[in-house]
């Protein structure tokens, strides 16, 4: 009895699997993963985010949800996971084309520029579904600069250019203000659910960095 137990269990893989049993072949690892993401990203932008469900992208991918719950624990954290596979890298080069504003600017829409692709459905139902309560309470003290971010390296580095040419005197301008560019676009973000346009990045660099940084010299 024992071992006909064994057979019949040897011929019915756990039910997270069926799915792939079905389809004639058994896809695993990264192949299985890399076909999640895919069809992660096509659902999104095939229903919204609103409408997003790993049942969803379950059946787009032909496998259980048993075997997405096993990898991302909700939608937010798979979206997430392929928003890191297949949204454009932004610029590992730091700008250095002469010019402070210019630089700047290039640095910035670096990072604004894969929020526009996500749009703003996405971005809203992630900071939803992400932070709970205590943490949306919480943000004004989650802005705060992170000196080893790379954006503010990079920032840093774009400051130090502007010295060597004479534009600026890096000793006046703090850690705050050098974090400031990035935490005012992370509140344009999270409190007007939007995307941020080309205005809203000139406004930032205009009429608030440039003026802190400068001394208000232009």
Do not use: C
């Amino acid at each position: 009895m024992g071992k006909e137990k064994k057979g019949l269990s040897s011929e019915h893989p756990p039910a997270d699997d069926n799915a792939e049993v079905q389809r004639g072949t058994r896809r695993r690892g990264t192949v299985l993963e890399d076909a999640i993401l895919l069809a992660a990203w096509e659902e999104l932008f095939t229903v919204g985010y609103g409408h997003l469900t790993m049942e969803g992208i379950a059946t787009r991918v032909q496998t259980n949800k048993a075997v997405l719950y096993r990898r991302w624990p909700n939608k937010g954290r798979l979206i997430m996971a392929a928003m890191k596979k297949f949204l454009p890298e932004s610029h590992k080069e730091v700008p250095d084309s002469g010019d402070l504003r210019t630089d700047v600017l290039i640095l910035l829409r670096s990072v604004a520029e894969p929020l526009q692709i996500i749009g703003a459905e996405t971005i809203h139902g992630l900071l939803v579904d992400l932070l709970d309560k205590e943490k949306i309470s919480s943000i004004p003290s989650m802005l705060q600069t992170r000196g080893n971010s790379r954006i503010n390296i990079a920032m840093k580095i774009i400051l130090q250019h502007a010295q060597d040419r004479g534009d600026i005197h890096l000793e006046k301008i703090t850690p705050r203000i050098i974090s400031l560019p990035m935490d005012l676009m992370i509140l344009e973000v999270f409190t007007r659910h939007e995307p941020l346009s080309e205005a809203t990045l000139n406004e930032i660099v205009d009429e608030i960095f440039l003026p802190l940084v400068t001394g208000g010299r232009g």
